[in-house]
């Protein structure tokens, strides 16, 4: 066990964990932010993505001790969030969610892509979205949702 | 006086024959520090297409919008693409899953910067079969292909770049098993081209 300040969403945290815990469970268990999910914890569901300084990250697979100084960013500071608060806006007038698991990794996906592509084409979206899974599969709804966003936000 | 003459001859050729001795001796016993010859250093090029075209290798160097993974050379799963800049695209970059290590537990591998090889430096045709010994040597002597190195740099990339040392730390699979090796070790890797650079970096015809 060792300690680790980090921050998340802008606020200094300090935890004591084993270096190989993944980022997800350090924010799950130890710090009770529960916005994130845990869904297949081998990066291959995105259920579990967050933004490491700005890059959408899978928190399964980030090792708290490899995290250094990058600021974290959940799903719980995307209402405070221009883009953020946008995309979960058009989530809510599509209503693209379904049983809800995967859409806060959906959601930051897609925030990270607005972000650095604000005015994505339907492939970029499609191809900005491909490792984010939905058992439900309303990705139709998500697309429609980012291309709302991405107009709302003009 | 004819007497005289024929002496001054024989130490003449006395000395000669002593110098030539002497210099055929030094050659002889002279360690070879000659530069490698070509034939030498297109030997040591094949050994290092032997490992650029491993899995671990080129599976990096594609020539189509995706990178590839395993030892089938797979498509890379969940439709990742290239990205303008071999990184990605936005929200769904390289970084997004691999981290500065490989992570063990789960089989992802990772290694510092992890990204694909630009076009430039395709090793593999769009069917995604290898290109032949002769086609990526050329490509990776290219400087205008290869980044600008010249023969040192190339030798520092093979034997100090994060990504091309991971190659002999790949790290386990999914499922618990090590991932393969590229054929050759990497110091002999590095001899390799060290070989190869000093012989003046020859291509096969």
Not at chain 1, 65 to 82: F, G, K, Y
Not at chain 2, 62 to 72: C, F, K, L, M, V
Not at chain 2, 91 to 112: I, L, M, Y
Request: a positive charge.
């Amino acid at each position: 066990m060792a300690k680790y300040q980090l921050t998340v969403n802008g606020q200094r945290k300090e935890v004591n964990a084993d270096p190989t815990t993944p980022l997800l469970w350090v924010l799950r268990e130890d710090l009770k932010m529960t916005g994130t999910k845990y869904g297949c914890g081998v990066s291959a569901c995105g259920a579990c993505t967050v933004h490491v300084d700005g890059v959408a990250t899978r928190s399964c697979m980030l090792p708290i001790s490899l995290l250094d100084d990058r600021a974290v960013t959940t799903i719980e500071a995307m209402a405070n969030d221009r883009i953020g608060r946008t995309v979960q806006d058009a989530w809510v007038e599509k209503d693209v969610v379904q049983c809800g698991y995967c859409q806060s990794g959906q959601i930051m996906t897609a925030v990270a892509l607005l972000k650095e592509t604000p005015r994505p084409t339907d492939t970029e979206i499609e191809q900005s979205m491909g490792g984010n899974i939905c058992r439900c599969a309303t990705y139709v709804r998500i697309r429609e949702a980012i291309q709302l966003a991405s107009q709302r936000l003009k | 006086m004819l007497s005289i003459r024929a002496n001054t001859l024989i130490v003449a050729a006395s000395i000669f024959l002593s110098a030539a001795i002497v210099i055929v001796s030094a050659s002889l016993a002279k360690p070879k520090t000659a530069s490698p010859q070509k034939g030498d250093g297109l030997a040591a090029w094949q050994q290092v297409y032997s490992v650029l075209i491993s899995p671990r290798c080129i599976n990096c160097h594609t020539a189509s919008n995706y990178p590839e993974q395993g030892d089938n050379r797979a498509r890379h799963f969940a439709n990742v693409v290239r990205g303008p800049g071999g990184t990605g695209v936005a929200g769904f970059r390289c970084v997004t899953c691999h981290q500065k290590e490989n992570a063990d537990s789960t089989g992802v591998p990772g290694g510092k910067n992890w990204h694909l090889a630009p076009l430039s430096m395709k090793w593999q045709d769009l069917n995604d079969q290898p290109l032949t010994s002769t086609d990526i040597c050329r490509a990776i002597t290219d400087r205008a292909r290869n980044g600008g190195l010249n023969g040192a740099a190339l030798l520092k990339h093979h034997t100090e770049e994060p990504l091309v040392l991971w190659a002999w730390s790949p790290g386990p699979r999914v499922d618990g098993s090590m991932r393969t090796l590229p054929p050759l070790t990497h110091d002999e890797f590095v001899a390799a081209t060290k070989q190869w650079v000093e012989a003046g970096m020859p291509c096969p015809k």
